[in-house]
């Protein structure tokens, strides 16, 4: 006989799997001259960040100590000051996401830009 206790899963706890996300597709009008052909901008407008999710996708990414530092800083400021509880995935995630909408909004006066053309 096993003294081991049999635990509900997050799932059962948590009300179900989350759901997949999807990536929005391209779509493609063809009404003769005047077709068009949603563009990239317009799939990264569409998006927003995923949140908190299981992801597929990985990439990794190197920092500094201070960019590290940095982005700790920002999670701990966040849960005592606003009351709000994120991971450094997800904090990067929302960051990636405003830049994203930035850079479709304002183009070569988006901040992204700037900060690429100010350190070649």
């Known amino acids: 006989m096993s003294r081991r206790v049999s ?3 997050a799932s059962e706890l948590f009300g179900g799997a989350a759901p997949k996300q999807t990536r929005p597709e391209k779509r493609t ?3 003769g001259p005047s077709s068009t052909v949603r563009s990239r901008t317009t799939v990264v407008d569409d998006r927003k960040s995923s949140g908190r999710i ?3 996708t990985k990439i990794t990414v190197y920092v500094t100590e201070e960019e590290l530092l940095g982005l700790e800083q920002t999670r701990l400021a966040l849960r005592a000051e606003h ?3 994120a991971d450094r995935g997800r904090i990067v995630r929302e960051a990636i996401d405003v830049l994203l909408a930035d850079f479709v909004d304002h183009g070569p ?5 700037r900060r690429l053309k100010a350190s070649e």
């Open 7 to 9: 635990l509900p899963g």
């Open 29 to 31: 009008t063809t009404d």
């Open 54 to 56: 299981r992801h597929d």
């Open 83 to 85: 009351g709000l509880t």
């Open 109 to 113: 006066d988006s901040v992204l830009v």
